[in-house]
C-alpha cells in the first residue's frame, strides 16, 4: 500500500474543508421551516426534524426520545407535514389532545389508538408514514405489537417516548425491531442508541428546574397487617399460571403501600377468585387465568358459570393439593381481615400528610397520582368538603357538586395549559386527585407540585406523572413529594428481601422476566433495582445526546466547509462541499487532512454513514496500539479534537498508519459478518437462509437460472436492513414443493403492497472510508 495522494495545489486548510465535507455528506440539511400553522418551531425541534428526517430516509424508523414536555408532537407533525397520507398512532386518551394538536399545526393525519391495534384492527388504506406516540407501551409479547409490525412492514416508522427504556432492555430493543428486524434483540442498549434522537442536554428549553424529590412519612404503623401479608401461603393456581404465588403476594403488598382502599379492594378480588377455583375445585375442573380475570369482576350469577367454562381437569392427587390450597388461602385472607381491622386505619393520617401539603403550597396547583382508582376515590371521599379538590380516573370525573367532563375538569384546573379563561376562583380546582391514565400526553403546567400517594412498578412512570407539570411555560421549579409505606424502614427493608427471593423464586419457575418490585423506603429506592434501573435509563440517554452532540458538530462542519479562512491570508476561500459529492465515493481514494490537537490519534468517516476513531496516550508508550472504536463517546472526543485549525503539513507515515489501521478495521468488521458474527444475522434470517437452499435444491436444472436470480434477491436483502413486518411475513411462508414459486413469493415480500415487481436494492460494494482526519500537535 502506497503512501495516500494528498492535492499538492491545495492549502492545508483547504484539504481539511474537503475532508469534514466528506464526513457530512450523508447530513440532510435542508431548510426546515419554523413555522407549522399557529405553532413555531423552536430552533432545537427544527434540527430534531432535520435529524429524524434523515434518520427515516437512511433507515426506515427512529425514536425521538427528548424528554417530557419538550414538544415532540410537534417535531412528529412536522415530518408528517410531507407525507401523503400519515397515520398517528395513539394511546386512546390522549387521542383528542393529538387531535387538537394537528389543528393548530395544520397537518391533518389520519388516526388510530393503542387499544384498537391491541384487537387486532388495523385502518383502512395505506400509508406512507407512522407515527407512534408513547411507544414504550409496545411491550415485545403483546398483541399490538405484532399488529404494528404488519402495519409498519413497508413504511417509514417514527416512535415518540421520553422514557424508551422502562424495566428491561428488552423493551426498547422491542421498539427498534419494529424497523431494523429481530437484529436489535442482539444489541445492548448502548448499540440500540444509534436509531434514537435526542438532543443535547445543554439545549435551553425553558424547562422548569426540578427541585429534589421528599418522602412524606406518615404518623403511623400498619406494621402488623404487612406482617399478615408476607405469611401468606402459596394460593391455589390457574391451570396455566405457573408459580404464581409471588406475583399474587406482590400485588398484596402493593396495594397495601397505596392505601387501605386498595388493599381491601385487592382482597375482594382474590375472594372472587378464590370462589370460582373452589367452585370448580368441586367438578373436578381448574380455571385457565383468563378465565380468572374475567371472573374477578363479576358478581354471585357470573361466578355461578365457573364449572361450565372450565376445561382443564384435575387428577385425585392434584385435587386434595388444591383443597388444602383453598382452606389454607380462606383461612390466610380471614387472618389479614382481622389484622386489618384491629389496625388503625392509615389512610386517615395520608389524609392529613396530604393537606398539610396542600396548606404548604397554597399558591400553586397540586396534582396527585395513584395505580389504583380506589386509592384516588378513598382520598378524595375524605376531602371533597375541602375546597378546589377534583378526582378524575378512568371511568369518571367529579367534584364535590358532582360528576362533570374531563375536559371541563381539566379546564379547571389547568386553564392556561388547556387554552381557555380562567375559571371563577369558587370554581377552580387546586387539588387534581388522578390515576396514571394522566400521566402521559397531557399538558398540566398551571401545576407545580407533583405528588405520588404511591410508588409505580415502573420507575420510568415517576418521571411521567412529573412530566405533566415540568413544560415550557409553567412555574420556574417544580416539586415532587413521594408518600412513604406506612411502617419502618427496618421493617420496609426486610420485606423487600423475603419479596425479592419470591420474585426471584417466581421467574426461576415461569422462566421470564417479571415486573420491577417497587421501593418500599427511601433507603430501597436509592440503593436497590429502582434506582440501578433509572441509572440505566439515564445512562442510555446520555449515549444519546452525545449521539446528538455528533450530528450538531457535524452539522457546523457542513455549513463551514463552503466558506473558510485561510490561515495564511485573510481572504476568503469558497470550497463548495459538492466537488466531493460528484465523484463516485466508492472508488475514490479517501481525503487525508490534519488538525492541530493536544492529543494525538485520528477519526474517519465510512461510505455506510459510520465513524470509527482512534486516540493514543501521549504520556507514556503503549505497548499495544489501541483499537478503532464505534464508541459515542470517543466519537465525541475525536470530532473536537478533529475541530482545531488545520496543521501545516499531513505527516506521511501517520497517514499511511491510519489509512492502514482503518482497512484492518474493515477486514475485521467485514469477516464478522461474512462469519455470521454480526447482529443482522439473527436466528431468523439464518433459518431463512437455509430455507432458500433447500428451495433451489428443489428446483430443476432447466429452471435453476431465474431461481438462482430470485435467490441472489433474498440474500443480498437477507444482509441488509429489513422490518420486523417483513422479517416475520417471511418466515411465515408456506413451504412450497416446488422451490422456484416458494423464491418468488418470497421476494414479492420484500416489496410494498401495490409495487410487487420492484424488491428493495441491496448494495453489494465493499465498505470504504471517505476521509481520514489526523489529529495531533502541529
Same mark, same amino acid.
Given at each position: 500500500?502506497?503512501?495516500?495522494?494528498?492535492?499538492?495545489?491545495?492549502?492545508?486548510?483547504?484539504? $481539511?474543508?474537503?475532508?469534514?465535507?466528506?464526513?457530512?455528506?450523508?447530513?440532510?440539511?435542508?431548510?426546515?421551516?419554523?413555522? /407549522?400553522?399557529?405553532?413555531?418551531?423552536?430552533?432545537?425541534?427544527?434540527?430534531?426534524?432535520?435529524?429524524?428526517?434523515?434518520?427515516?430516509?437512511?433507515?426506515?424508523?427512529?425514536? +425521538?426520545?427528548?424528554?417530557?414536555?419538550?414538544?415532540?408532537? !410537534?417535531?412528529?407533525?412536522?415530518?408528517?407535514?410531507?407525507?401523503?397520507?400519515?397515520?398517528?398512532?395513539?394511546?386512546?386518551?390522549?387521542?383528542?389532545?393529538?387531535?387538537?394538536?394537528?389543528?393548530?399545526?395544520?397537518?391533518?393525519?389520519?388516526?388510530?389508538?393503542?387499544?384498537?391495534?391491541?384487537?387486532?384492527?388495523?385502518?383502512?388504506?395505506?400509508?406512507?408514514?407512522?407515527?407512534?406516540?408513547?411507544?414504550?407501551?409496545?411491550?415485545?409479547?403483546?398483541?399490538?405489537?405484532?399488529?404494528?409490525?404488519?402495519?409498519?412492514?413497508?413504511?417509514?416508522?417514527?416512535?415518540?417516548?421520553?422514557?424508551?427504556?422502562?424495566?428491561?432492555?428488552?423493551?426498547?430493543?422491542?421498539?427498534?425491531?419494529?424497523?431494523?428486524?429481530?437484529?436489535?434483540?442482539?444489541?445492548? %442498549?448502548?448499540?440500540?442508541?444509534?436509531?434514537?434522537?435526542?438532543?443535547?442536554?445543554?439545549?435551553?428549553?425553558?424547562?422548569?428546574?426540578?427541585?429534589?424529590?421528599?418522602?412524606?412519612?406518615?404518623?403511623?404503623?400498619?406494621?402488623?397487617?404487612?406482617?399478615?401479608?408476607?405469611? +401468606?401461603?402459596?394460593?391455589?393456581?390457574?391451570?396455566?399460571?405457573?408459580?404464581?404465588?409471588?406475583?399474587?403476594?406482590?400485588? $398484596?403488598?402493593?396495594?397495601?403501600?397505596?392505601?387501605?382502599?386498595?388493599?381491601?379492594?385487592?382482597?375482594?378480588?382474590?375472594?372472587?377468585?378464590?370462589?370460582?377455583?373452589?367452585?370448580?375445585?368441586?367438578?373436578?375442573?381448574?380455571?385457565?387465568?383468563?378465565?380468572?380475570?374475567?371472573?374477578?369482576?363479576?358478581?354471585?350469577?357470573?361466578? *355461578?358459570?365457573?364449572?361450565?367454562?372450565?376445561?382443564?381437569?384435575?387428577?385425585?392427587?392434584?385435587?386434595?393439593?388444591?383443597?388444602?390450597?383453598? #382452606?389454607?388461602?380462606?383461612? %390466610? +385472607?380471614?387472618?389479614?381481615?382481622?389484622?386489618?381491622?384491629?389496625?388503625?386505619?392509615?389512610?386517615?393520617?395520608?389524609?392529613? &400528610?396530604?393537606?398539610?401539603?396542600?396548606?404548604?403550597?397554597?399558591?400553586?396547583?397540586?396534582?396527585?397520582?395513584?395505580? !389504583?382508582?380506589?386509592?384516588?376515590?378513598? !382520598?378524595?371521599?375524605?376531602?371533597?368538603?375541602?375546597?378546589?379538590?377534583?378526582?378524575?380516573?378512568?371511568?369518571?370525573?367529579?367534584?364535590?357538586?358532582?360528576?362533570?367532563?374531563?375536559?371541563?375538569?381539566?379546564?379547571?384546573?389547568?386553564?392556561?395549559?388547556?387554552?381557555?379563561?380562567?375559571?371563577?376562583?369558587?370554581?377552580?380546582?387546586?387539588?387534581?386527585?388522578?390515576?396514571?391514565?394522566?400521566?402521559? *400526553?397531557?399538558?398540566?403546567?398551571?401545576?407545580?407540585?407533583?405528588?405520588?400517594?404511591?410508588?409505580?412498578?415502573?420507575?420510568?412512570?415517576?418521571?411521567?406523572?412529573?412530566?405533566?407539570?415540568?413544560?415550557?411555560?409553567?412555574?420556574?421549579?417544580?416539586?415532587?413529594?413521594?408518600? &412513604?409505606?406506612?411502617?419502618?424502614?427496618?421493617?420496609?427493608?426486610?420485606?423487600?428481601?423475603?419479596?425479592?427471593?419470591?420474585?426471584?423464586?417466581?421467574?426461576?419457575?415461569?422462566?421470564?422476566?417479571?415486573?420491577? +418490585?417497587?421501593?418500599?423506603?427511601?433507603?430501597?429506592?436509592?440503593?436497590?433495582?429502582?434506582?440501578?434501573?433509572?441509572?440505566?435509563?439515564?445512562?442510555?440517554?446520555?449515549?444519546?445526546?452525545?449521539?446528538? #452532540?455528533?450530528?450538531?458538530?457535524?452539522?457546523?462542519?457542513?455549513?463551514?466547509?463552503?466558506?473558510?479562512?485561510?490561515?495564511?491570508?485573510?481572504?476568503? %476561500?469558497?470550497?463548495?462541499?459538492?466537488?466531493? #459529492?460528484?465523484?463516485?465515493?466508492? /472508488?475514490?481514494?479517501?481525503?487525508?487532512?490534519?488538525?492541530?490537537?493536544?492529543?494525538?490519534?485520528?477519526?474517519?468517516?465510512?461510505?455506510?454513514?459510520?465513524?470509527?476513531?482512534?486516540?493514543r496516550d501521549n504520556d507514556r508508550?503503549?505497548?499495544?496500539?489501541?483499537?478503532?472504536?464505534?464508541?459515542a463517546e470517543a466519537l465525541v472526543?475525536?470530532?473536537?479534537?478533529?475541530?482545531?485549525?488545520?496543521?501545516?503539513?499531513?505527516?506521511?507515515?501517520?497517514?499511511?498508519?491510519?489509512?492502514?489501521?482503518?482497512?484492518?478495521?474493515?477486514?475485521?468488521?467485514?469477516?464478522?459478518?461474512?462469519?455470521a458474527i454480526t447482529p443482522h444475522?439473527?436466528?431468523?434470517?439464518?433459518?431463512?437462509?437455509?430455507?432458500?437452499?433447500?428451495?433451489?435444491?428443489?428446483?430443476?436444472?432447466?429452471?435453476?437460472?431465474? &431461481?438462482?436470480?430470485?435467490?441472489?434477491?433474498?440474500?443480498?436483502?437477507?444482509?441488509?436492513?429489513?422490518?420486523?413486518?417483513? #422479517?416475520?411475513?417471511?418466515?411465515?411462508?408456506?413451504?412450497?414443493?416446488?422451490?422456484?414459486?416458494?423464491?418468488?413469493?418470497?421476494?414479492?415480500?420484500?416489496?410494498?403492497?401495490?409495487?410487487?415487481?420492484?424488491?428493495?436494492?441491496?448494495? &453489494?460494494?465493499?465498505?470504504?472510508?471517505?476521509?481520514?482526519?489526523?489529529?495531533?500537535?502541529?
Amino acid at each position: 500500500m502506497g503512501a495516500p495522494k494528498l492535492i499538492s495545489s491545495r492549502t492545508p486548510a483547504e484539504t $481539511l474543508a474537503e475532508a469534514r465535507a466528506r464526513f457530512t455528506q450523508s447530513l440532510d440539511l435542508s431548510d426546515v421551516g419554523s413555522a /407549522l400553522g399557529a405553532v413555531t418551531l423552536r430552533p432545537d425541534q427544527m434540527e430534531a426534524v432535520r435529524r429524524v428526517r434523515s434518520m427515516l430516509r437512511s433507515e426506515g424508523g427512529c425514536l +425521538l426520545a427528548d424528554d417530557v414536555g419538550t414538544g415532540k408532537t !410537534y417535531v412528529a407533525l412536522a415530518i408528517a407535514r410531507a407525507w401523503k397520507r400519515p397515520l398517528v398512532i395513539v394511546p386512546a386518551s390522549l387521542r383528542s389532545t393529538w387531535e387538537g394538536a394537528m389543528r393548530r399545526a395544520d397537518v391533518p393525519c389520519a388516526t388510530t389508538t393503542h387499544e384498537s391495534l391491541s384487537r387486532g384492527a388495523t385502518p383502512r388504506g395505506a400509508f406512507d408514514g407512522i407515527v407512534v406516540d408513547e411507544s414504550h407501551r409496545f411491550r415485545p409479547t403483546s398483541n399490538r405489537h405484532a399488529t404494528l409490525a404488519r402495519l409498519a412492514s413497508h413504511t417509514p416508522l417514527l416512535l415518540l417516548s421520553a422514557t424508551p427504556l422502562q424495566n428491561r432492555a428488552r423493551e426498547l430493543a422491542a421498539q427498534i425491531a419494529l424497523f431494523v428486524g429481530e437484529a436489535a434483540y442482539a444489541l445492548d %442498549s448502548a448499540a440500540l442508541t444509534r436509531w434514537i434522537v435526542r438532543a443535547t442536554s445543554d439545549v435551553d428549553r425553558a424547562l422548569p428546574a426540578v427541585a429534589p424529590p421528599s418522602w412524606v412519612q406518615p404518623e403511623v404503623s400498619d406494621g402488623e397487617v404487612l406482617e399478615a401479608l408476607l405469611a +401468606l401461603p402459596p394460593p391455589p393456581r390457574a391451570a396455566d399460571a405457573g408459580d404464581g404465588g409471588a406475583l399474587l403476594m406482590l400485588s $398484596l403488598v402493593r396495594a397495601w403501600a397505596s392505601s387501605r382502599a386498595a388493599l381491601l379492594a385487592t382482597i375482594r378480588r382474590r375472594r372472587r377468585s378464590l370462589v370460582a377455583i373452589e367452585q370448580c375445585h368441586a367438578e373436578g375442573r381448574v380455571p385457565t387465568k383468563r378465565e380468572l380475570a374475567s371472573w374477578q369482576g363479576g358478581d354471585a350469577v357470573q361466578l *355461578g358459570f365457573a364449572t361450565m367454562l372450565a376445561t382443564a381437569a384435575t387428577d385425585r392427587a392434584d385435587a386434595e393439593q388444591r383443597a388444602q390450597a383453598i #382452606e389454607n388461602e380462606r383461612r %390466610s +385472607l380471614d387472618a389479614v381481615v382481622r389484622a386489618i381491622e384491629r389496625a388503625t386505619d392509615p389512610d386517615l393520617t395520608r389524609t392529613r &400528610a396530604l393537606r398539610d401539603l396542600c396548606a404548604r403550597h397554597a399558591a400553586v396547583a397540586i396534582l396527585a397520582f395513584s395505580e !389504583y382508582a380506589s386509592t384516588v376515590r378513598a !382520598y378524595f371521599a375524605a376531602m371533597r368538603a375541602d375546597r378546589g379538590v377534583g378526582m378524575l380516573t378512568a371511568n369518571e370525573a367529579r367534584i364535590a357538586s358532582g360528576r362533570l367532563s374531563r375536559a371541563e375538569l381539566l379546564a379547571r384546573f389547568a386553564p392556561v395549559a388547556q387554552g381557555v379563561s380562567m375559571p371563577h376562583p369558587r370554581e377552580r380546582i387546586t387539588l387534581l386527585l388522578a390515576t396514571d391514565l394522566l400521566s402521559e *400526553g397531557v399538558n398540566l403546567q398551571d401545576a407545580a407540585v407533583v405528588v405520588h400517594l404511591d410508588l409505580p412498578w415502573n420507575p420510568a412512570r415517576l418521571a411521567q406523572r412529573l412530566g405533566r407539570i415540568r413544560r415550557p411555560g409553567g412555574a420556574s421549579e417544580v416539586t415532587s413529594y413521594l408518600m &412513604a409505606p406506612p411502617a419502618g424502614s427496618g421493617l420496609l427493608l426486610r420485606a423487600e428481601v423475603r419479596l425479592r427471593d419470591k420474585l426471584a423464586q417466581a421467574e426461576r419457575t415461569i422462566g421470564r422476566g417479571l415486573d420491577v +418490585l417497587p421501593a418500599l423506603s427511601a433507603d430501597a429506592l436509592e440503593a436497590r433495582d429502582v434506582a440501578l434501573t433509572s441509572r440505566q435509563a439515564e445512562s442510555l440517554l446520555a449515549v444519546a445526546e452525545l449521539r446528538g #452532540e455528533i450530528h450538531r458538530i457535524l452539522t457546523r462542519w457542513r455549513q463551514e466547509s463552503r466558506f473558510l479562512v485561510s490561515s495564511e491570508s485573510s481572504e476568503c %476561500s469558497v470550497i463548495p462541499s459538492e466537488r466531493s #459529492e460528484s465523484r463516485d465515493l466508492h /472508488l475514490a481514494e479517501p481525503v487525508i487532512a490534519a488538525a492541530c490537537s493536544e492529543v494525538t490519534g485520528w477519526i474517519a468517516a465510512l461510505d455506510d454513514g459510520r465513524l470509527i476513531a482512534l486516540q493514543r496516550d501521549n504520556d507514556r508508550i503503549m505497548e499495544h496500539e489501541p483499537a478503532p472504536t464505534e464508541d459515542a463517546e470517543a466519537l465525541v472526543h475525536a470530532l473536537r479534537h478533529a475541530d482545531g485549525a488545520a496543521a501545516r503539513q499531513a505527516n506521511d507515515l501517520a497517514s499511511i498508519a491510519a489509512r492502514r489501521r482503518v482497512e484492518q478495521w474493515l477486514a475485521h468488521d467485514s469477516a464478522r459478518r461474512v462469519c455470521a458474527i454480526t447482529p443482522h444475522q439473527s436466528p431468523l434470517r439464518q433459518r431463512m437462509l437455509r430455507r432458500i437452499e433447500s428451495a433451489l435444491s428443489g428446483v430443476p436444472r432447466h429452471r435453476r437460472h431465474p &431461481a438462482l436470480s430470485l435467490a441472489s434477491t433474498l440474500r443480498s436483502a437477507l444482509e441488509g436492513r429489513l422490518t420486523l413486518g417483513v #422479517e416475520r411475513a417471511l418466515d411465515e411462508l408456506p413451504d412450497d414443493q416446488d422451490g422456484s414459486r416458494w423464491l418468488a413469493s418470497a421476494v414479492a415480500v420484500l416489496s410494498a403492497p401495490g409495487d410487487p415487481g420492484s424488491p428493495p436494492e441491496h448494495s &453489494a460494494h465493499a465498505t470504504r472510508a471517505r476521509a481520514i482526519i489526523l489529529f495531533g500537535p502541529d
